[in-house]
């Protein structure tokens, strides 16, 4: 993973065994989705009572990119109250494993629907020193560039709030947009008709972060 994996406990023993079963669950996520950023465990008793079992509560927390956010969680019914942590930590996982699965088919059909196909985005967020940003679609996704991808050398050229039109495509880490074009610079008014210009997203922010 591109971050260490978290993990917290909370009235359960930590133990080697339990962490490297956690480790190789996370594995196991990781072939499902080799760009996930970040993911965190929770493993916790919430409740010390003979009648309940002490039953274990798990809460698994992904984030994917571009702006991704995965939750599952096991609960116990009363029929689980004595169920094995070994056998919540693998419904739990399973559920994440599922919703991953889910995620990642439905980028790569989304990339896959508009091959070469342009598309329009304003710049997000710049990291000059680092050669990259983020673009921000018209359905208000955030999608990641590199300024190898920028054509003509515009890279430098870029501002936050500035049109483009770009190709998005799978990569390594997820979505991410090539041959991206600059349209119009903030405050620049356009060569073309204003009906030409897509109206930015809803909660565009032009504050660079």
């Known amino acids: 993973m591109q971050v260490p994996l978290e993990i917290s406990y909370r009235d359960v023993e930590k133990t080697d065994a339990l962490q490297d079963e956690i480790d190789e669950e996370a594995a196991e996520l990781e072939k499902v989705c080799d760009y996930i950023t970040s ?16 039953p274990f509560r798990v809460r ?6 571009p702006s991704h956010e995965l939750v599952a969680t096991h609960e116990p019914q009363d029929s689980e109250m004595h169920e094995l942590l070994h056998a919540v930590l693998s419904k739990t996982f399973d ?4 919703q991953l699965e889910k995620l990642v088919e439905q980028q ?92 930015p997203p809803l909660g565009w922010n032009e504050r660079e972060v």
């Not at 698994?60 to 990119?65: A, E, G, L, N, Q």
């Not at 559920?95 to 599922?98: I, N, T, V």
């Not at 003509?152 to 074009?181: C, W």
């Open 39 to 54: 993911c965190r465990v929770a493993v916790e008793r919430p409740h010390e009572h003979p009648r309940s079992g002490n």
């Open 95 to 98: 559920s994440m494993r599922r």
């Open 108 to 199: 790569r059909g989304e990339v896959k629907s508009h091959p070469q196909e342009q598309l329009t985005g304003f710049v997000q967020k710049l990291f000059r020193d680092e050669g990259y940003g983020f673009l921000k679609t018209v359905e208000g996704e955030d999608i990641y560039f590199h300024e190898n991808s920028v054509l003509h050398n515009d890279f430098d050229r870029l501002e936050i709030g500035t049109q483009v039109r770009y190709v998005a495509e799978m990569g390594k880490k997820g979505p991410q947009a090539s041959t991206v074009q600059i349209v119009d610079k903030p405050g620049v008014r356009s060569s073309r008709s204003d009906a030409d210009i897509p109206e």
């Open 60 to 65: 698994i927390d992904v984030r994917v990119p």
